[in-house]
Nanobody
Framework: QVQLVESGGGLVQAGDSLKLSCAAS????????MGWFRQAPGKERQFVAS????????YYGDSVKGRFTISRDNAKNTVYLQMNSLKPEDTAVYFC????????????????WGQGTQVTVSS
């Protein structure tokens, strides 16, 4: 059974940094591209960052480019999201997800999802 478990969320002030982790189990981790999405109350799920399927390329949503960095450690079956210069508008539940095909920014391309971790940025 596949499990993705996020951690590292919390309450921070604007300008602070946070690093989210997502530990995967029950899947062959290095055969999946991993992504991060977020969802604020009353809003649709939004693409944040993803790695490519067959290269080391990374992709970012426009609102987080230059501030967030996605990385992975295949030996630990873990994907990370380093978030710097956080803004109040980054407040959301952050989800990690795994895909083997499809478009990186499309949530429907992802087969597995974690339960999410709350990030709250105060002004």
């Amino acid at each position: 059974q596949v499990q993705l478990v996020e951690s590292g969320g919390g309450l921070v002030q604007a300008g602070d940094s946070l690093k989210l982790s997502c530990a995967a189990s029950g899947l062959t981790f290095n055969t999946y591209a991993m992504g991060w999405f977020r969802q604020a109350p009353g809003k649709e799920r939004q693409f944040v960052a993803s790695g490519a399927l067959r290269s080391s390329l990374t992709y970012y949503g426009d609102s987080v480019k230059g501030r967030f960095t996605i990385s992975r450690d295949n030996a630990k079956n873990t994907v990370y999201l380093q978030m710097n210069s956080l803004k109040p508008e980054d407040t959301a539940v952050y989800f990690c997800a795994a895909r083997k095909s499809g478009t990186y920014y499309n949530p429907r391309a992802y087969a597995y999802w974690g339960q999410g971790t709350q990030v709250t940025v105060s002004s």
